[in-house]
């Protein structure tokens, strides 16, 4: 039980550093609706690796880079209908992923923790992938952190000062796949979003610069997570819609406190 709850709480860790950069990435964009096409569309990468008998991280993984690059594409080139066509490739990927699981032999018990997430049950080899995740996206905001700030608050500034705009924006859409993939077993695809948006939304209220957002952002997902785990290990429920819940909270008590 110790080793369960201390890979949880690595777990958490990690996925809060994640949440501090790109979740505030995401919330400042108003990503959020291209954020959860990805992470839903991914499980046609669950449902792939489940039947052809590759390793599932592999599958997300790959289908989370192609989902990236797809709805880069769309969105960045046709704003006009992206909305629509990101709901589809939403549907898709969904509907391809339980095909995929349906024609699959046996039983696979395990493949609704995909969905929902099961931070206890954690790998190792998760941890791992999870690490060199947060080292690319801590590097990058790093290294383009003046010009993410360029690009979300005025897009058309940031040409004319002759930034690669339509690099960037699939460069961090990339980096969102990569987030929603390294959150797959231990939040799940379904809620995985809730958790990558919601301390951004409440730390843009208590912070005035990027930076302090992001900073607060990480501190408060990591201090969701382990309220949401000591809730789960007290009342013997589930660890992921725990920490969801505690985060919806506090999201419902900052309604109340104005920008």
Known sequence: ???????????????SVAVGVIGSYVVINRFNYLAA??????????????????????????FALLLALLLSFISFNNRSRSDTLIGVIWAVGMSIGIIFTDLTPGYN???MSYLFGNILMVPKSDLIFMAVVDLIILISGVVFYNHILAISYDID??????IRVGF????????????????VRSIGLILVIALFTIPPYISEK??????????LSGVLAFVFCIAGLYISYSYDISATPAIILTASVFFF???????
């Open 109 to 111: 018990a395990d493949l």
């Open 157 to 162: 500034f940031a040409k004319l000062r002759g």
């Open 1 to 15: 039980m110790f080793d369960l709850l201390q890979n949880a709480f690595i777990a958490s860790l990690f996925i």
């Open 37 to 62: 096409s990805i992470a839903h569309g991914s499980y046609a990468g669950v449902g792939f690796a489940v039947y052809f008998g590759i390793s599932i991280l592999l599958g997300t993984t790959v």
């Open 253 to 259: 008590l900052s309604l109340f406190k104005r920008r």
């Open 206 to 215: 208590f912070t005035k610069d990027f930076k302090a957002m992001m900073f």
């Open 168 to 183: 960037l924006y699939t460069y961090f859409l990339i980096l969102i796949a990569l987030t929603v993939v390294m959150s």
